[in-house]
Nanobody, 123 residues
Framework: VQLVESGGGLVHPGGSQRLSCAAS????????IGWFRQAPGKELEGVLC????????YYVDSVKGRFTISSDNAKNTVYLQMNALKPEDTAVYYC?????????????????WGQGTQVTVSS
């Protein structure tokens, strides 16, 4: 089982970034995929989740209207499109897989995790 994030890097405030989460080793259609982030000195927090191809759940209000999540089941890949980025979005972003839909934003409920990708929003 493997989840591999990519697409992180340095972006200016107000800019955009798209993260990818490529999954392998499990039946992709049977899992929801969530994005989490951990900012320096802060706890891990759930951000967004997608299940059944197009059912989206936001776990934090601060990203509504700026972040979107999508899924390409043919490629076993989930994307996190981040627009209007702010310095407070700086964090390591992780994707994780969960059975049963996007019912939880608790990390311990997720079965598989990626290694994370750093997103830094700075001028």
């Amino acid at each position: 089982v493997q989840l591999v994030e990519s697409g992180g890097g340095l972006v200016h405030p107000g800019g955009s970034q798209r993260l990818s989460c490529a999954a392998s080793g499990f039946i992709f259609d049977e899992y929801a995929i969530g994005w989490f982030r951990q900012a320096p000195g802060k706890e891990l927090e759930g951000v967004l989740c997608i299940s059944d191809g197009d059912l989206r759940t936001y776990y934090v209000d601060s990203v509504k209207g700026r972040f979107t999540i999508s899924s390409d089941n043919a490629k076993n890949t989930v994307y996190l499109q981040m627009n209007a980025l702010k310095p407070e979005d700086t964090a390591v972003y992780y994707c994780a897989a969960l059975t049963g839909g996007c019912y939880s934003d608790l990390a311990e409920d997720y079965d598989y995790w990626g290694q994370g990708t750093q997103v830094t929003v700075s001028s």
